[in-house]
């Protein structure tokens, strides 16, 4: 019996399992978190710096440093990207 994935590419796959959006926004959450990594460690800005900039906890710092919470909003996102710097642009594509 034939895979009825076969010749398809990963994004059908997921698609196909109802879990494209959900592994893209992981990806994106992911991105994010790295990319406010990075710029912390060029900044030179510690944690405990970075969550005092943001007006937050160190915990809910290390949610958004985590990469896998999907549901911190855009607002969060927005102050992180501010803390190191940085401007949040949101694009529909």
């Not at 698609?15 to 994010?32: G, K, N, Q, S």
């Not at 990469?67 to 855009?74: A, S, T």
Request: aromatic content about 4%; glycine content about 6%; overall charge negative.
């Amino acid at each position: 019996m034939a895979s009825p994935h076969s010749g398809s590419d990963f994004d059908d796959f997921l698609r196909d399992e109802d879990l494209y959006e959900r592994a893209t926004e992981t990806a994106i959450m992911r991105v994010v978190a790295w990319q406010l990594k990075q710029e912390m460690a060029v900044s030179g800005i510690s944690k405990v710096e970075m969550a005092a900039r943001m007006n937050t906890s160190r915990s809910q710092l290390d949610r958004i440093l985590n990469g896998e919470d999907e549901n911190i909003g855009i607002e969060t996102i927005g102050k992180a990207a501010r803390a190191v710097g940085k401007k949040l642009v949101v694009e529909l594509v």
